[in-house]
């Protein structure tokens, strides 16, 4: 059974300093209010796991929190880079960040393999590419059955997995809709979760298109109203673009960066 | 209607596309060219988008690969481990468009760093769903700026590599075509007013022409009206 908690208390019990973490959300449902809180209470030496460390990863490595980063696509969607992670990757500033980089196929076959406790996933892909010479993560396998070579990547298994959703009712049940991601599968792979929503309802009316994460398979809920902005919740609110484009500006210079952050996070 | 050397590229890179076809898109130029071919020569194409949205018909550009309104206008969406398993992996993609910083004659791209991998000079987004489309899609389509800053004799590092099928890639000068026996570029075509030295002087290497060497036609009004409007869209959402 999901504990219902508010979301100070819920990321304090849930993410401590050094875990591997992973805040997903593909575009859509990114669970910018837990990245916040745990910026504010200062984490640090954090795994970061997520395909597009999107703006909630810029934050959370400008401010420090961030070890090592876990990814396949780290710019700022349509607009262009992410200052903040350039920054720490050139620079190593304000923290050296130690990279493992893979592809978005790559990623979601890791996150499935741990939601279906195996070792590894299959696929084909990276062949002839840096990523597979760069990477230990990536190793070539052959088929039992065939004697076919393919490619294997080891299963994400966080310490804590977060995403956010549209809602939970009292029992702690998630209802989630739209673009779904990997929303699910880092639920299931994590050891520990945490689901934000938009509201908790009485009831959870069905919808078409819609998930359900049951009580039990997640650690804790949390209320979070607008809790995905600038991303979006489908049927709430619209991915604030605008934001997105303001962020190139507010996180080109470090100090402007320190100074939103201190003034709108804290 | 005069036009630019950008909106040639965003052209001649939506009339490669044949109606029905289904097209995996990447955000930015790629997602222009592939709407506007939905907009005007081919309205069945078939937009796929890595964030699961599987034949969405957005009436204005959406700036990411997953705002709302690619879902909302979806024939079905599906989680991403699908999008790219059963999809892509799966033989489901006519055209996979992708953009890149550095192309080489080889047709690999790269989308991570300038400079060392360890040290960059510039650390670029990398390659998201670059490396898989680029090998599994049946044709590919790249549209890159030609410069001779992206188009280099060794990239720095190869994000993508081509797989089996055809490759395509559109610049804002012509086109090239990858020539599948000597697995180089080969320039095919020169947009309007452009010249072959001048394609070779934005080419870091010795690039091959095409014994039937063409030119673009011209942009028509119809297709620059409708660009036009698809660019002018987003700005004013978000103003």
């Not at chain 1, 609110?237 to 804290?266: C, H, K, L, P, T």
């Not at chain 2, 130029?29 to 020569?41: D, G, I």
């Not at chain 2, 072959?196 to 009206?225: K, N």
Request: hydrophobic share 40%.
């Amino acid at each position: 059974m999901a504990e219902l908690l508010r979301l100070d208390e819920a990321v304090r019990e849930l993410v401590h300093d050094g875990d591997s973490v992973a805040l997903e959300g593909f575009t859509h449902l990114i669970p910018f209010a837990a990245g916040h809180e745990i910026a504010r209470q200062r984490r640090r030496d954090l795994t970061l796991i997520r395909m597009t460390p999107d703006l909630i990863y810029d934050q959370l490595i400008g401010m420090a929190c961030a070890r090592k980063l876990i990814f396949s696509w780290g710019g700022n969607p349509g607009v262009g880079s992410l200052h903040r992670f350039r920054d720490a990757v050139e620079q190593g500033w304000p923290a050296p960040l130690e990279l493992e980089e893979h592809s978005h196929a790559g990623m979601a076959n890791r996150y499935a393999a741990g939601a279906a406790n195996l070792p590894f996933a299959v696929l084909r892909g990276y062949v002839g590419t840096d990523l597979m010479e760069r990477s230990e993560t990536v190793a070539p396998v052959t088929c039992p059955f065939t004697g076919e070579t393919l490619i294997a990547v080891p299963a994400i298994r966080p310490d804590v997995g977060i995403v956010h959703g549209q809602r939970a009712d009292r029992e702690g049940n998630v209802q989630l809709w739209g673009i779904i991601g990997v929303q699910k599968e880092i639920v299931l792979a994590s050891a520990r979760s945490l689901v934000t929503v938009e509201e908790v309802v009485d009831e959870l009316e069905p919808r078409p298109g819609a998930i359900v994460l049951p009580t039990w398979c997640i650690t804790a809920v949390a209320e979070a109203p607008h809790g995905a902005h600038p991303s979006y919740a489908h049927d709430y609110y619209d991915r604030d673009n605008g934001f997105y484009q303001r962020w190139d500006a507010i996180s080109r210079d470090r100090d402007r960066f320190r100074a939103w952050m201190e003034e709108n996070v804290g | 209607m005069s036009f630019t050397p950008d909106e040639v590229m965003t052209v001649a890179a939506a009339r490669k596309l044949t109606d029905r076809t289904v097209c995996f898109v990447g955000i930015g130029l790629p997602s222009t060219a592939a709407n506007l071919a939905r907009l005007t020569h081919a309205p069945r194409t078939v937009l796929v988008y890595e964030s699961g949205t599987i034949g969405s018909k957005p009436a204005t550009l959406p700036l990411s690969i997953g705002d709302g309104e690619l879902a909302e206008t979806a024939d079905a969406v599906v989680p991403v481990p699908e999008i790219f398993n059963y999809w892509l992996q799966g033989g489901r993609i006519d055209v996979g468009f992708l953009g890149a910083a550095q192309i080489d004659r080889h047709g690999n791209l790269n989308s991570t760093v300038i400079g060392d991998y360890e040290r960059p000079k510039v650390r670029l987004p990398g390659g998201g769903g670059a490396p898989e489309i680029a090998a599994m899609a049946k044709a590919v389509i790249v549209i890159i700026r030609q410069s001779q800053r992206a188009f280099v004799e060794r990239i720095h590092f190869r994000s993508s590599v081509p797989g089996s099928g055809a490759m395509v890639v559109i610049t804002d000068l012509g086109e090239l075509r990858l020539d599948r026996d000597h697995r180089e570029l080969v320039l095919t075509r020169t947009h309007p007013g452009v010249s072959v030295e001048q394609v070779w002087s934005e080419t870091g290497w010795d690039l091959r022409v095409a014994g039937d060497l063409a030119e673009t036609e011209p942009p028509s009004d119809d297709e620059l009206r409708v660009l036009r409007r698809l660019k002018s869209a987003p700005e004013e959402a978000t103003a």
